[in-house]
Nanobody, 121 residues
């Protein structure tokens, strides 16, 4: 199972970026996808939830990004996107993709490698 995140970069405040995270290795593995989400992390800090979406459920957002960020997913390709608009300097962080999978009665978290988002003033 792998998660591949992409789409980060340098953008000016007020601009937009779209992050993508593709989950692979699930088909035929016995895993089901419970949900996927985006976290962000700054040096020396724990990852903070940005947005998440459960299979068949509504999206969930951190208060700081509500109205600016939108999470969406494609079940067929196990890909989740994060559309980030009206970016602020404080959105600068490494954005990490997380997949929560289930096999039998057990659930597991898998993390992607992260993609850096830098918002300049």
């Amino acid at each position: 199972v792998q998660l591949q995140a992409s789409g980060g970069g340098l953008v000016q405040a007020g601009g937009s970026l779209r992050l993508s995270c593709a989950l692979s290795g699930v088909s035929g593995s016995g895993f089901g996808v419970v949900g996927m989400g985006w976290y962000r992390q700054n040096p020396g800090a724990e990852p903070d939830l940005v947005a998440s979406i459960a299979s068949g459920g509504p999206p969930n957002y951190a208060e700081s990004v509500k109205g600016r960020f939108t999470i969406s997913g494609e079940d067929a390709s196990n890909t989740v996107y994060l559309q980030m608009n009206s970016l602020k300097v404080e959105d600068t962080a490494v954005y990490l993709c997380k997949g929560r999978l289930k096999r039998g009665q057990q659930e597991f978290n898998y993390w992607g490698q992260g993609t850096l988002v830098t918002v300049s003033s």
